[in-house]
Each structure stands twice: as structure tokens, then as C-alpha cells.
């Protein structure tokens, strides 16, 4: 597997390496890429996409396997004890739901203090040790479909879903030169109040009978997978461009503007553009280890070819399979929400999205019927989370870039 890795990550640079040259090519030579060099630049893009899916691919497996290598090992290597079951009730109470014996199941959150780190990263530091509960499972699939969730957002979790009041901070306070013994000026912070809900996200799975009573399905992974993509791409959506009405707000939405960029582009944005915003952003928020940038797939491909005016590319790839490409030293995530570059368009954003606030309230409630479609002989599960979002700080921890509007 090592060496399989290692010609992906030469291919990655290869790749790279070509796209670069035709780049150079046409700049060296004072040109735009022709129409042959630009479907070529596409198709270099595309591969890299494809072989950044592949090494995602590879990463899940690898972790899948040590799961329940590990799992199986603490199974074999000691007897089961009366208190050992409790971890497992959930699962074998899920599996009985799916059978049909119960009627409904709620997947709450892991009790006590079990945060894990889902970055790409992080098995090597003990994630590869701990079994991966069906929550877990879940809440991994809804984070790779969400740009916002994968960008590192404050979650709180909750066990009931009244609404939370949050201080939202809109103008920090400011010293000034003072004389001696002269009064010194008040300058109090400014907050507006806040608050988070917990809408309701729910979605309709089904499946055969055939492939419930397979032993050789993988139930859980199955079930966590198409609700996990389907409540985050439900949720995706408001978290970047809801409006607070009947929704969360996105943070696009909340997010102050950063930089405009030029006239006569269409929306585009330049090398100095980008820079620009990176430093719209002060530094507490850009230095942090959340600060990173926000886009869509297509917004990066052009992003890709731009320099700084000392020839060197602003995004550069990563040399590790699995960690993020970075634009300016900073990770970048992509989400299909996000606006497309064009005139007034916020199609680039970058902050500290720590500072967004994801609100789940309990965990996730599962439910089956066996009536719902009958005639078809097809079992109907229902999974529903409720969660809201909100960014807190809104005097300028997340900046957008914003195309020019002539």
C-alpha cells in the first residue's frame, strides 16, 4: 500500500508540474492560454481532483480496517465483563430497529468527553485506536459534504433544543492617547443578542428487504453514509447562505466584505485581490489555526493559476496524501454553496470559521416503517437531526470577496 501511495503522491506532483508549464508558457509569452491549452489546464485539473478522491479513498479504507482490526482484537483479547456491554447496547439496539423488532431508535452523542479530531491527520496520533461509533459515522459523512463543517466551525452540542441566546460582537473597544490626570474616554464593546435555534433537517431512506436480511451488509456504515450526506448537504446550504429566516444564518451571509475587486472582469479577482482579503483579516483571526478559505470547486481552478508578483504560485499543493492544498499558507475548502465568481458575487471567502457557531441539538433520531411503501416490499427509515448556525463574531472574522459591480 506504501508504494501505491507513493507513486499517487509522484503522479499529484506530476500533474501539478504540467499544469505549471503550461501556465508559464503563455505568461512567458504574454498570452492567455489558447483554447487547446485551456482544455488541457481543465484536464490536468480534473486529474487532480480525481487522484485528491482517490488518496480521500484510500485514507477511509486504511481507517476502516484499523477500526475494526482494533475492534476485534479487544473483542478476542479478554472475556466480556458485566459493565462491557454498555457501548454496545446503541448498536445492537440499532440493529434490532432495522430488523424490525423496535420501532424507533435516537443515536444520541457519545456520552462523557469523546471528541475526536476528523481531520485526514489524525489516525497516526491514536484516532486509529478507537472504534468508530455509528454517531461518529455519521457525523463524518455530513462534514465531508460541508464545506462550512470541514472548515472547523465552535459545534455545540446539546441535549435539548430550546433556544440559546449567543452575544454577538458588532464593534470592539478602543483605547486613545490620554494627557495626565485627564479622564479617560469609555469605550465599551458593542454586542447585539443573538439567538440559536434548532431547525429541523430530516430525510427519507429506503431499502429492500433483500438487502437487510444480506448478512454480508454493512448496515451501520450504510445507514450513516446516505443520511450523513444527505442532512449535510440539507444543512451545507443554509450554513453558507441561509438568511436567519426560518433557517439558519450562513456564514457568507453574516460575513463583512473584505475586498472588491476590479471593474471590466466580470466578477473575476487577481492575484492582489486575494492578498488583499487575506490581510482584510487581522491577525488573531488570520493567524489562527481555524483561519482558512471558502469556495467553490470551479472558484479554486482559477485560483490555481495565479502568482504573486514574484512569479510564485498563491496556492500550492500539498506534499502529503490527505492533508489540504494550501492558498497562502492557509487550507482550503471547497463547497458547491458558495457563490460563483461573477459582478456582486461574494465567491471567495477567508477568516477564522471557528467563529461560526453550529448549533445539534440531542443527537440523531432514526425511525422505520414497514408500511410506508409496502407494495414494494421496501423498508422506510426516517433520520432526522435539528441544528442551527450562527457567526458570532461579526466584526470582521470572516471577510468575503465581493465582484466588482460594473
Do not use: C
Not at 132 to 137: L, S
Amino acid at each position: 500500500m506504501s508504494s501505491f501511495i507513493k507513486a499517487l503522491q509522484e503522479r499529484r506532483a506530476n500533474v501539478w508540474e504540467q499544469a505549471k508549464e503550461l501556465l508559464d508558457t503563455a505568461e512567458s509569452e504574454k498570452r492567455d492560454l489558447t483554447a487547446e491549452e485551456e482544455a488541457k489546464y481543465q484536464a490536468f485539473n480534473a486529474d487532480l481532483d480525481k487522484i485528491d478522491q482517490r488518496a480521500k479513498d484510500l485514507v477511509e479504507a486504511e481507517q476502516r480496517t484499523k477500526d475494526a482490526e482494533a475492534a476485534f482484537a479487544g473483542l478476542l483479547a479478554k472475556p466480556e465483563e458485566p459493565g462491557a456491554r454498555k457501548g454496545q447496547e446503541k448498536d445492537s439496539e440499532l440493529r434490532r430497529w432495522a430488523r424490525g423488532e423496535m420501532r424507533g431508535v435516537d443515536i444520541a452523542k457519545p456520552e462523557g468527553v469523546s471528541f475526536r479530531d476528523l481531520t485526514k491527520g489524525s489516525a497516526t496520533a491514536g484516532g486509529n485506536t478507537v472504534p468508530t461509533t455509528f454517531y461518529g459515522q455519521l457525523m463524518a459523512h455530513l462534514i465531508e459534504v460541508s464545506g462550512v463543517m470541514q472548515a472547523g466551525p465552535t459545534v455545540l452540542n446539546t441535549s435539548s433544543g430550546e433556544t440559546i441566546e449567543i452575544p454577538v460582537t458588532t464593534a470592539h473597544s478602543s483605547a486613545a492617547l490620554t494627557a495626565e490626570a485627564a479622564p479617560l474616554t469609555e469605550s465599551d464593546p458593542a454586542f447585539a443578542k443573538r439567538t440559536l435555534g434548532a431547525y429541523k433537517y430530516g430525510v427519507l431512506l429506503q431499502a429492500s428487504t433483500e438487502l437487510l436480511t444480506d448478512t454480508g451488509v454493512d448496515l451501520e456504515g450504510y445507514l450513516a453514509m446516505q443520511a450523513g450526506r444527505a442532512l449535510g448537504n440539507a444543512f451545507g446550504v443554509h450554513a453558507i447562505t441561509g438568511d436567519g429566516s426560518s433557517k439558519p444564518t450562513g456564514v457568507i451571509t453574516s460575513a463583512t466584505t473584505g475586498k472588491t475587486g476590479g471593474t471590466g472582469v466580470a466578477g473575476a479577482f487577481t492575484a492582489d485581490d486575494l492578498i488583499d482579503l487575506y490581510y482584510s483579516v487581522i491577525a488573531p483571526y488570520r493567524n489562527s489555526t481555524s483561519a482558512g478559505w471558502l469556495m467553490r470547486d470551479a472558484t479554486l481552478a482559477a485560483a490555481r493559476k495565479l502568482k504573486d508578483s514574484q512569479g510564485q504560485y498563491l496556492w500550492q499543493p500539498s506534499i502529503q496524501v490527505g492533508a489540504p492544498d494550501t492558498l497562502l499558507g492557509k487550507p482550503v475548502h471547497t463547497d458547491p454553496n458558495v457563490a460563483a465568481a461573477a459582478t456582486t458575487a461574494k465567491s471567495v471567502a477567508f477568516g477564522d470559521f471557528s467563529q461560526y457557531f453550529v448549533r445539534l441539538a440531542g443527537g440523531v433520531r432514526f425511525e422505520r416503517s414497514d408500511d410506508y411503501a409496502f407494495n414494494s416490499d421496501l423498508v422506510t427509515f426516517r433520520a432526522i437531526i435539528r441544528a442551527d448556525g450562527l457567526l458570532v463574531d461579526q466584526t470582521g472574522a470572516v471577510k468575503v470577496f465581493v465582484g466588482a459591480a460594473t
